[in-house]
Structures are given as structure tokens and as C-alpha cells.
């Protein structure tokens, strides 16, 4: 009956965090959107009017459908309770169309899918090892994890405000996590298929679910040092997972092979024309790359070593511009940047392979992977980091070591969000949600491992609490300043290059930490 009692007092904790952010996102419902509001409201409208063998050729928008086609029929169906609200967002032609109707319906949409983002959430507490017993309830690991999941900044803000529907589909990414941390390894898989058909983002991290899933569940057993036993595998699991694959694909891809549309689909879903950097430069490799190449540039015209009337003059003073052509360094093609994700996933793998620590291993490479896909990919969006953040979540409740670069990569990563939001009644909001998840963060995983050493050293903190200044310079100084009107890409500059430091200094202490890292005897018995 005590069981019984802790385990009802668990689910109410989690039904109320679960509730409070949901009415959060209510709140937000009035808040600033972003293109991304016109681009499902054109999907919605794309869906609903024209046949499938249209869906990937129509071009009336310029936001023409490129995700796959699980989501183009996931906006087919909520097309069909949108008509009940208002059917003026369903007319194809209706470009930029907003009513007081569409914008509750497409915001309620998010939150409303947001419920398969809970379920995964509550699954994946009960994959955390509760051995640190702590009597009061908010210094539990699961509570703290609960937090760091539901209430994530960057979700709420890329999701409820900037507009998307990232939540439900982390949410099957994380129910997949959970899955395969309970050993329901068919289940995992499925559900992972099931997303890369939803979003193909998740390619990025596709490596360490194959990795995991032939090394854990194709082969069955590992010799006494923890070297696999290859006399283990299973050619049933194999063609069991192979048959999933197959499935979830034909369920997907099938139609449009049948009208011989596979490479329409295919053309949408990677458009290598958009060249190497977002509209402003997520923080990763090509930011400090591109800012070298800003400063030799400005240099070498300082010293006469280049001819002014040579150099593309959109990458001097068009500032953070999609096409992006290199003055001094070499310009980045999408192949090089293809080999440098390859290369810089590698290592993380063979971990995963020949030291083998069970589900902490995968979330170990499931990470490294997005991270260096985030590093070194090409036309990467600021917002992908969260694909890295989120399954950090998981580890950094576990260990001090993973909760230091978890506290690292989340206050830049988020910190790199903010400029998403550009309007003045969004700055408070933003401001204030970023500082309540920040201190709870640090807070929340300094008590649960207060008894260690420090989670971050003094060069870090420095480093983090520079962020302030950096914020205050690029709200407040600089819009008085007469830069704005010449050079109005500094603050996206500073933020995206600041934040690269913070993120590739936390790739490599993650994967020092990885590397580096020996396996216990309990560990290779597993």
C-alpha cells in the first residue's frame, strides 16, 4: 500500500508540471509567430485540396511542401478539423492568411499533439536510475529530468511562440529512447522509422540507433570481457528489423514510387541550393569559419593584400545572407561538408561498438551524432541544437561529468534561440522564461550532486555568465547605436559566433569524456 501511495504521489507531481506548462503554452497563444505559421497553413491547405500525386509538385506558396510524407498526411488530417474553424485557411491562394480562428486552431494543433511529448517524458523518468534516494520529491532525479524535459526553454520558444511542431515529434523520438532503454527493441525501432518518415532531421542520429540496435539486439550475448560473442547473432532479429524498416518505408514512399514521383520527393527534401548557412548562422563550425573569413577579409583590405573591387560584395555588406560566397578561405562545398559530418560521427560509433556501456552508451553517441551533425552540416537551422539538448537531459541527472556539459551546451544553445524572437513584447517574455529555466537548471543539478566536485570550472562559468553583457550589448546598446543602420547583422554575428565557442567547446569535452571513459566489470557483464 506504501508503493501504491508513492506511486499515485509520482503521477500527481507529474500531471502538474505536466498541466502548469501546458496552460503555459496557452498564454502564449496572442505571442509573435514566424513564417513557419504561413508555412503549415499553406500545408494544411496543399493537403486538404489536391490530390497526393500534387502534394510535392504544388508551387503557388514559396513555402512548398519539404517534409516527408508521414507529416504531409499528418497535415491532411488536422486539414480536417480545421475547416471547422475556419475554411478561408484552406484555400490555396489565400497566401499569408490569418484569422483570430486559424491562429487558435494551428497554436492549439501544437499543444494539443503535444500530448504524445508528455507520454514519452513520463517514460523515460521511469528509464533513470533512481538510486540517489532524496527525501524530498525536488531533488529527485525523475523530477529534475521532468523539468528539464517539459519545461525546456527552447522547445516552448521554437514551438509556442516561433511556431513548429517540434514536441510531438521529440515526443516519439524520446518515446523511442525509452523503449529501447527497456529493452522493447522492435518497438523502438518502429518508432523510429516512423519519425525519420516524419521529419528527416533525424537522419543526423539514424547512426547510433543502427549501431545500438545490431549490437544489442542482433547479436545476443558478449564474451566475459565484454567483446562481442559473434557466434550470438540473429538472423531473425535482423529480418525482423529489416522488415520494419521495409514497411514503415513502403507505408511512406510507396505511393509516390508508384506514380514515379521518388524523385520529386526526394529534390524537396534536400535542397542543396540553399546554401552552406541559415539566414543568420546557427552557432556551429561555419559561424567561426565564416567570421575568420569576415576578419581576413576586412584585414587583407586594411594591409591592401586583396583588391576591394574583387571581393563579392554580399559578403561584405549584406551580412548574414543565405548564399555565402568565401573571400580568403576556401568556399565550403555540400560534399565537404557531408565528409566532415561523416568524419566527426565516426569515432562516436566505434564507442558505441567496441565499448559497449548499454542504453548510457547509445545516449552517449545518440548525442554526439546530433551534435556533429549540427557542427559541421550543411544549411544547419539554429533550432536544430535541441536535438541535442533534449537526449542530454537524460544523461544529465545521472552524472556530475554529463550535467556540467549538459549546463554548458543548453545555456548557449538556448542563448543562440533568442534572436528568433526580434519583436519588443516578445524581449520580456523571452528574457524572463530563458533566466526561470536557466537558474532552475543549475540549481536543480547542483543539489542532486552536491556531494561531487563542482560542475563547471571558473573558465566555464566566465564564460556563461559573459552572456549577460552580450545580451544587454545586443537588446539595448546597439539598436541606439548608428551601427544599426550600417552594419545591422553585429548582433546576430556576436550571438551566433559567442555560442559556437560554447557548443563546440562542449562536442569536445563530450567526446574527451566518451573517449576517454573505462568500462566497469559490471558494465562488460551487461
Known amino acids: 500500500s506504501a508503493g501504491r501511495a508513492m506511486a499515485a504521489g509520482g503521477r500527481s507531481w507529474f500531471r502538474v508540471l505536466a498541466l502548469g506548462v501546458s496552460f503555459l503554452k496557452c498564454l502564449l497563444i496572442p505571442a509573435y509567430y514566424s513564417t513557419d505559421f504561413e508555412v503549415h497553413r499553406n500545408w494544411l491547405a496543399i493537403t486538404h485540396n489536391l490530390p497526393l500525386s ?252 586583396l583588391d ?43 564507442c558505441l561498438w567496441f565499448k559497449p556501456q548499454g542504453p548510457r552508451g547509445f545516449l552517449q553517441c545518440l548525442v554526439l551524432c546530433a551534435l556533429s551533425s549540427f557542427m559541421f552540416g550543411w544549411h544547419v537551422h539554429e533550432k536544430a541544437i535541441l536535438l541535442a539538448i533534449l537526449p542530454l537531459s537524460l544523461l544529465s541527472v545521472q552524472r556530475a561529468k554529463d550535467a556540467g556539459i549538459y549546463l554548458i551546451l543548453t545555456t548557449t544553445g538556448h542563448f543562440s534561440l533568442l534572436p528568433l524572437l526580434f519583436t519588443p513584447p516578445e524581449l520580456p517574455v523571452k528574457i524572463l522564461l530563458m533566466l526561470l529555466f536557466t537558474v532552475y537548471s543549475f540549481s536543480s543539478l547542483k543539489s542532486l550532486f552536491r556531494r561531487e566536485r563542482p560542475l563547471l570550472n571558473w573558465l566555464e562559468t566566465i564564460y556563461l555568465v559573459q552572456l549577460v553583457p552580450l545580451e544587454i550589448f545586443c537588446e539595448i546598446v546597439f539598436p541606439l547605436t548608428p551601427w544599426k543602420r550600417h552594419f545591422p547583422f553585429v548582433p546576430l554575428l556576436l550571438t551566433s559566433v559567442y555560442c559556437a565557442l560554447g557548443v563546440t567547446y562542449a562536442w569536445l569535452k563530450l567526446y574527451v569524456s566518451v573517449l576517454t571513459e573505462r568500462i566497469s566489470v559490471r558494465q562488460k557483464a551487461e
Not at 555588406?317 to 576556401?330: A, D, K, N, S
Open 54 to 305: 500534387q502534394w510535392y509538385y504544388e508551387a503557388t506558396s514559396e513555402w512548398t511542401l519539404d517534409y516527408p510524407p508521414f507529416f504531409a498526411w499528418f497535415e491532411y488530417a488536422l486539414s480536417h478539423i480545421a475547416k471547422y474553424f475556419d475554411p478561408k485557411m484552406l484555400v490555396i491562394e489565400n497566401l499569408n492568411y490569418t484569422s483570430r480562428a486559424t491562429i487558435f486552431f494551428q497554436r492549439f494543433s501544437v499543444i494539443f499533439t503535444d500530448i504524445l511529448f508528455i507520454y514519452a517524458v513520463r517514460e523515460c523518468c521511469r528509464c533513470v536510475n533512481g538510486k540517489r534516494a532524496a527525501k524530498d520529491i525536488l531533488e529527485k532525479p525523475t523530477f529534475i529530468l521532468a523539468v528539464l524535459l517539459l519545461w525546456n526553454f527552447g522547445l516552448l520558444i521554437v514551438d509556442h511562440i516561433h511556431f513548429q511542431y517540434n514536441g510531438f515529434l521529440f515526443g516519439l523520438m524520446l518515446l523511442s529512447v525509452a523503449r529501447l532503454c527497456q529493452k522493447r527493441y522492435l518497438e523502438g525501432a518502429l518508432l523510429f522509422a516512423v519519425l525519420l518518415h516524419f521529419k528527416h532531421i533525424y537522419m543526423y542520429v539514424a547512426p547510433a540507433y543502427g549501431i545500438y540496435l545490431l549490437r544489442s539486439y542482433c547479436f545476443t550475448a558478449n564474451n566475459a570481457d565484454g567483446s562481442l560473442k559473434w557466434r550470438s547473432f540473429s538472423f531473425l532479429h535482423v529480418t525482423l528489423l529489416g522488415l520494419i524498416v521495409c514497411l514503415v518505408s513502403a507505408l511512406s514512399l510507396g505511393p509516390f514510387i508508384v506514380l514515379g514521383q521518388l524523385p520529386q520527393v526526394i529534390s524537396r527534401l534536400f535542397p542543396f541550393k540553399r546554401g552552406l548557412c541559415h539566414a543568420y548562422w546557427a552557432p556551429n563550425f561555419w559561424a567561426l569559419y565564416n567570421a575568420m573569413d569576415k576578419a581576413l577579409t576586412i584585414f587583407g583590405l586594411k594591409c591592401n593584400f
Open 308 to 350: 576591394h573591387t574583387k571581393i563579392p560584395k554580399a559578403s561584405m555588406t549584406g551580412g548574414l545572407v543565405q548564399e555565402f560566397q568565401h573571400t580568403v578561405l576556401p568556399s565550403v562545398t555540400p560534399l565537404a561538408t557531408l565528409i566532415c559530418t561523416f568524419i566527426s560521427i565516426l569515432p562516436s560509433v566505434f
